[in-house]
């Protein structure tokens, strides 16, 4: 028998539903026929179709980069959307972009990946230049999210509602207008649109997943867990899906099953920063302080976080990644978040300080003068905000930086450690 022949005979057995026995014989022979494309990219769509993500992506990745197949590019950029690696599909969309095989439909992800990726300007251009054309209701809603994501929340709400005259029984319409209203806390709205998108599309991962969103921030609980779990059953190897489901698990104070899926999540993203954020908070209820300060950075590549730290990307490469320093090393302190942060951390002020010679802090100016009274010993230690972080000249004398919210990793190690009372000294006079 040909080898033809015995592929043939093994599909026909994966469509009769003897998929595993089938994707097994299908590898042996791929083993013997290294070279044969066209069976590597059957493999790769079996795989895919059994959601053996990692085997398909590798299949795939193989037949892009000796062949250039256009139909691995498509189906693995496919995959980075499903898995959120929107970097990944990016480099790939553009590849196709590239070819003369191009559609419409790749610019609508590439619009899509670049809503995700917060190139707002780049995403709206796409959207603007083909709504020029004519009115597409997949353009007409990634235009609405980019203005969601931008605040503008009155012209997202006018583009919706313009997408949903054409028709009004589009569900990615309905399920976006319903985010937008749960984004602006309009409980009513947003789960009077998600309900309908829910009815018109109950096998779509995305709206379930908004569906579970809204129920757990109005603490119905049940209700979240099972949406998520339904979610999950469509698209199980999604870390952003199992993450959302560990999330709740972790507002009912279920720990153990929290701490599960966050793993199981950060295996499929172990650069997550939500993922680490989660299970630091985990085992930060569980006392389990050591461990949680190893996940507690991850907040340092939250999207929100780099919006409120604006020096970031100037000290990222003097940040301290180990928990020994020597005692002489020149280190630099940066707030964090807001006041109320910035007051928190501050308990560990004395601890530092005292731990090493060459320490400069800096602070929100309000708050400067109450730390030079409350550490007096210590009052040359504080600057203002930006002062060294954002000049250059003055950055490069220090060997580390490090955020004032990591400071626990080498102060608060166990329940001893935190102690009782105030350190703040106020001026009485003012």
């Known amino acids: 028998m040909n080898i033809n022949d015995r592929i043939n005979l093994v599909l026909k057995e994966f469509s009769i539903g003897k998929k595993k026995e089938a994707y097994k014989k299908l590898k042996e022979i791929l083993s013997e026929n290294q070279k044969n494309d066209q069976l590597r990219f059957n493999i790769a769509v079996i795989e895919q179709s059994l959601n053996l993500n990692t085997e398909a ?3 795939y990745k193989y037949l892009v980069n000796n062949n250039y197949n256009f139909k691995a590019m498509v189906n693995l ?21 590239d070819t003369d095989y191009s559609s419409e439909n790749i610019y609508k992800d590439k619009a899509f990946v670049l809503l995700k990726l917060k190139k707002y300007d780049e995403s709206l251009e796409i959207c603007k230049n083909f709504l020029k054309k004519k009115d597409d209701l997949d353009f007409i809603n990634i235009l609405g999210l980019n203005h969601i994501e931008k605040k503008n929340i009155p012209e997202a709400e006018a583009i919706f509602k313009k997408g949903l005259k054409i028709d009004e029984g589009n569900f990615s ?4 207008i319903g985010k937008m209203y749960h984004e602006i806390r309009d409980s009513k709205n947003a789960e009077k649109y998600l309900l309908k998108a829910y009815e018109i599309k109950s096998d779509s991962y995305e709206i379930l997943n908004n569906l579970a969103g809204f129920y757990r921030e109005e603490t119905q609980y049940e209700k979240a867990i099972l949406l998520y779990k339904k979610a999950l059953e469509i698209n199980p190897s999604n870390p952003s899906l199992i993450n959302n489901l560990g999330k709740v ?3 009912i104070n279920d720990l153990d099953l929290a701490k599960k899926y966050c793993n199981e999540a950060l295996k499929l993203n172990a650069n997550d920063g939500n993922i680490k954020k989660i299970l630091s908070l985990i085992y930060f209820r569980e006392h389990n302080f050591e461990t949680a300060w190893t996940y507690f950075d991850g907040r340092l590549n939250l999207s929100d976080f780099k919006e409120k730290n604006s020096t970031i990307n100037n000290i990222r490469k003097k940040l301290i990644s180990k928990n020994k320093l020597n005692i002489n090393s020149k280190i630099l302190v940066l707030r964090e978040q807001g006041v109320g942060d910035e007051i928190l951390y501050g308990t560990m002020y004395h601890d530092l300080l005292k731990s090493y010679k060459n320490v400069t802090i800096e602070c929100d100016k309000r708050l400067k003068n109450l730390f030079k009274k409350s550490f007096s010993e210590y009052k040359d230690s504080f600057v203002d905000f930006g002062s060294v972080s954002n000049n250059k000249n003055k950055l490069e004398k220090y ?15 166990k329940i001893s450690q935190f102690g009782n009372g105030n350190y703040l000294k106020a001026e009485k006079n003012l």
């Open 77 to 97: 950029y496919l995959i980075y959307l499903q898995e959120e690696d929107f970097n990944s599909a990016l480099v790939l969309i553009n590849k196709i972009i």
């Open 399 to 413: 060997e580390y930086t490090i955020y004032a919210g990591s400071l626990g990793k080498f102060f608060r190690n």
């Open 249 to 251: 698990y972790f507002d």
């Open 57 to 59: 992506k590798n299949n």
């Open 173 to 176: 319409l309905l399920n976006s």
